[in-house]
C-alpha cells in the first residue's frame, strides 16, 4: 500500500528567491509565517525583519530557494491576516548580500 | 459612554454581533467571562461536559446556520480540549469563534498552573487567532475574529484573552459597527468566458462540486448549469445535498468509496469544472491518474487552492454564487445525448450497490429504513468510520446543509455533540445522528447535555463492537492481521443511555424493527436507537490508499 507522502525536494541548485513581506507588527506574526515554512519543509535560507514607519508595520525579507512549490508557498502567505503584501525580487537584491559582512 | 470590565465589553460584543446561543465549560481563567455571560439576557449558555463536545456543538450550530458560532474554554486543558474540534472546522472550512481564557499576562510564560500557549498552538489549525493584551483591544479584535471566520473560505478563528484583561475596567464610549463579510473578490470576466466556451465546447464535461458550494448557498445555481448545460454531475463528501441525489443529472459521490460507474464516468471526461472543491486525495485517489483526459476549469474563493494538486486551464478565484451567477448566461443549452447515453450505460453496467437494502438488520437497510421514516427537512449528521461512508453512499440526501459529517480531519466523536449543535440551531427539524460503537465512546458524556436540553435527537447506532474502518483496512491490506481493532468486551449502550436517562430501544430485540424505529424516530424528544451490524460487512468499492480511482476493490 502506498500512501502519497510530498517527497522532499532538493532545493540545492535552484535559484535564490528573496521574498519581501510588508506585515502588521505585533508579536506572533513571525510564528505564523515561519510555520508556513516549517510545515511544508521548505528552507528558509536567510530571514530579516525590522519595523517601518511608526512601528505598527514590520517588513520582513525572506531569501528562499525557487522551487516548483513557492508558488503555492507565496499563495499561502498572501492568505495570513497579518501579511499585506509580498513582493518577489531576484537573488540579486543586496538586502542579503549586505548583510554578509556579519556572517563571515 | 459606559463602564465596563474586559469580560462584560465582549458579552456586549457578542450579543451585537447577534451570538444567541454559546456552548462551552467554564474553568479558573474564564470565570470572569462566565460571570459576565450570566448577566446576558440575549446570549443562552449550553454548558458541555467535554471541551471538544462544546467545540463541536458549536461547529453544529454553523454547520446548519452558515454563520459564526461561538464556543468557549478556560485557558490549559480546557483550551486543548478544543484543539480538535478547531482543526475540524479548519479543514471542512466552518466558521467558528473560539474563545480561551488565559493565565493573568503577568504569569505568561512561568509555566503557571493551567497555563499552555493556546495561541502557539492553533497558528497552524485556525484561519487566524488572537492573544488580546488589554480591553481596549476587545473593541477591535471581536468584530474582527467574526470578519476573518465568515469572509471568503470560512474557517475558525480563536482569541485567548488572560484573566486580567478580562477583569480591566474599560471606559466604552461608543461599540464598533457589526462585523459583516468582505466582499467578493473582482470577477475576472474574461475567464468566465474562457470557462464557458470550454464548457460549450467539450463532449463530454463533468461538473464536480464541493462543499464550497454549501458554504456559498450556491447549490440551487449549481443544479441550474448542471441542467442548462446536461452536465453530469457529482459531488465531494462535503457536498452531498448540493443536487439532490436522485436528480436525473446527479452521478453521485466520487472517490474512495464512490460508486464504480462514477470514478469511470470521471475517466471518460473530457473537461472537469470543479466548483468549491479541493481536489483531497479521498476524492481524487491518486492525482495524476484522475481524470486524465479532462482539461480543467477551477472556481475556488480560495486563491491557494488554484493549482494546488491538479493544475487548472482555466482558474477563476471568485465566490462560487458570483461565478455561476456570471457562467449560466453564458453557457448554451445543451442536450448531449451521446454522453449522457454513455454516462447511463455506465451506470447501468457499474452501478451503486446495496445488498440487503430491504433488510432493516442490515447496514444499507436501516439507513434505508430511517431515511424512509423521516421526510427532507430532518438534518443527519454522522460520526466517522463505516457507518459514515454508508450513509454517504445510502441516504436520499436532497438540500444543502442537510448533512454534516468530519470531511477533512475525520474526527470520532464528531457525530453526537454537533448533532446537537444542530438541534439547537434548527429545534424544529428531527435530528438524526447515525453513529458508530467506536465513534459514540469518544463523546458519550454528551448525552447528559442532550438530555438536559431535551432536544430532538436521535443517534441511531450502528453497533459492530469494532473500530470497523481500521478492521476492514487490515482485512483487505494487511493480511488480515487484524490487531487493536475488535473489542474485547461489549459495553451495554441501552443501560449507559438509560444511565443518562435517554429513552433507548434495541432493534436487535424487536419483532418489527422498521415499526419499532419508525415509532422512535417520530416520538418527540432525545432517543438512542441501538442496531447490532455485521462486523464482516465492508465498504464497498474501496479504492486503496494512494490507488487510482479507477483501482477500486469490490462493489
Known amino acids: 500500500m502506498i500512501e502519497q507522502v510530498a517527497d522532499p525536494l532538493p532545493q540545492a541548485g535552484c535559484a535564490k528567491v528573496v521574498l519581501e513581506l510588508d506585515v502588521n507588527n505585533h508579536p506572533g506574526v513571525m510564528s505564523h509565517i515561519c510555520n508556513l515554512f516549517a510545515r511544508r519543509a521548505f528552507n528558509v535560507e536567510g530571514i530579516l525583519c525590522m519595523p517601518v514607519s511608526d512601528g505598527r508595520r514590520s517588513r520582513i525579507w525572506l531569501l528562499v530557494y525557487e522551487d516548483q512549490r513557492l508558488e503555492q508557498m507565496v499563495r499561502q502567505v498572501e492568505k495570513l491576516e497579518d501579511v499585506l503584501n509580498v513582493r518577489r525580487h531576484g537573488a540579486e537584491h543586496e538586502v542579503f548580500e549586505r548583510l554578509e559582512g556579519f556572517f563571515h | ?555
Open chain 2, 1 to 555: 459612554m459606559v463602564q465596563l470590565t474586559g469580560a462584560q465589553l465582549m458579552a456586549r460584543l457578542l450579543e451585537r454581533q447577534g451570538v444567541r446561543t454559546i456552548a462551552g465549560l467554564p474553568g479558573g481563567a474564564i470565570l470572569p467571562f462566565y460571570d459576565a455571560l450570566s448577566a446576558s439576557e440575549r446570549i443562552r449558555h449550553v454548558l458541555a461536559r467535554h471541551e471538544q463536545g462544546a467545540g463541536f456543538m458549536a461547529q453544529g450550530m454553523a454547520r446548519v446556520s452558515g454563520v459564526p458560532q461561538v464556543c468557549i474554554a478556560s485557558s490549559g486543558p480546557g483550551a486543548t480540549n478544543l484543539v480538535t474540534a478547531i482543526a475540524d472546522a479548519c479543514l471542512d472550512s466552518i466558521p467558528m469563534v473560539v474563545i480561551t481564557g488565559q493565565v493573568p499576562q503577568a504569569m505568561i510564560g512561568t509555566d503557571a498552573f493551567q497555563e499552555v500557549d493556546i495561541y502557539g498552538i492553533t497558528v497552524p489549525i485556525t484561519k487566524h487567532n488572537f492573544l488580546v493584551r488589554s480591553a481596549q483591544e476587545l473593541l477591535e479584535v471581536v468584530p474582527e475574529a467574526f470578519r476573518i471566520a465568515m469572509s471568503g473560505r470560512p474557517g475558525p478563528v480563536l482569541i485567548d484573552v488572560p484573566k486580567d484583561v478580562q477583569t480591566q475596567l474599560i471606559t466604552v464610549d461608543e461599540f464598533p459597527p457589526v462585523a459583516v463579510a468582505d466582499p467578493a473578490p473582482q470577477l475576472d470576466i474574461a475567464a468566465i468566458e474562457a470557462a464557458a466556451r470550454m464548457i460549450n465546447e467539450a463532449e463530454r464535461p463533468v461538473l464536480y462540486l464541493g462543499g464550497g458550494v454549501v458554504h456559498a448557498g450556491a447549490a440551487s445555481l449549481a443544479v441550474q448549469l448542471a441542467e442548462q448545460g446536461s452536465l453530469p454531475t457529482t459531488m465531494t463528501l462535503m457536498a452531498l445535498g448540493a443536487m439532490p441525489m436522485d436528480h436525473p443529472l446527479s452521478i453521485g459521490m466520487l472517490g474512495m468509496h464512490g460508486a464504480r460507474y462514477t470514478n469511470l464516468v470521471l475517466e471518460e471526461a473530457d473537461l472537469l469544472i470543479c466548483v468549491g472543491a479541493r481536489f483531497d486525495d479521498r476524492a481524487i485517489g491518486r492525482a495524476a491518474q484522475f481524470c486524465p483526459n479532462a482539461r480543467i476549469v477551477h472556481i475556488d474563493i480560495d486563491r491557494s487552492e488554484l493549482h494546488k494538486i491538479k493544475n487548472a486551464h482555466v482558474a477563476i478565484h471568485a465566490d462560487v454564487k458570483c461565478a455561476l451567477e456570471a457562467l449560466l448566461p453564458r453557457v448554451k443549452a445543451a442536450l448531449r445525448a451521446p454522453w449522457l447515453s454513455q454516462v447511463a450505460s455506465l451506470k447501468t453496467r457499474f452501478p451503486m450497490q446495496f445488498p440487503g437494502e430491504d433488510d432493516p438488520r442490515s447496514h444499507y437497510g436501516l439507513i434505508r429504513a430511517v431515511a424512509s421514516a423521516l421526510d427532507d427537512d430532518a438534518i443527519v449528521a454522522t460520526d466517522v468510520g463505516q457507518h459514515q461512508m454508508w450513509v454517504a453512499q445510502a441516504y436520499p440526501f436532497r438540500r444543502p446543509r442537510q448533512w454534516l459529517t468530519s470531511g477533512g480531519l475525520g474526527t470520532m466523536g464528531f457525530g453526537l455533540p454537533t448533532a446537537i449543535g444542530a438541534a439547537l440551531a434548527a429545534p424544529d427539524r428531527t435530528v438524526v445522528c447515525f453513529t458508530g460503537d467506536g465513534s459514540f465512546k469518544m463523546n458519550i458524556q454528551e448525552l447528559d447535555t442532550l438530555v438536559e436540553e431535551g432536544l430532538n435527537l436521535k443517534i441511531v447506532l450502528m453497533n459492530n463492537n469494532a473500530l470497523g474502518l481500521v478492521y476492514q483496512q487490515q482485512a483487505l491490506f494487511y493480511g488480515k492481521r487484524q490487531f487493536a481493532s475488535e473489542y474485547r468486551r461489549e459495553p451495554d449502550f441501552v443501560k449507559i443511555a438509560d444511565g443518562f436517562g435517554v429513552p433507548a430501544i434495541d432493534l436487535d430485540l424487536a419483532d418489527d424493527p422498521v415499526a419499532a424505529l419508525a415509532e422512535a424516530l417520530q416520538r418527540p424528544g432525545p432517543c438512542l436507537i441501538h442496531a447490532t451490524i455485521d462486523r464482516e460487512e465492508f465498504v464497498y468499492p474501496m479504492v486503496p490508499p494512494g490507488a487510482a480511482n479507477t483501482e477500486m476493490i469490490g462493489g
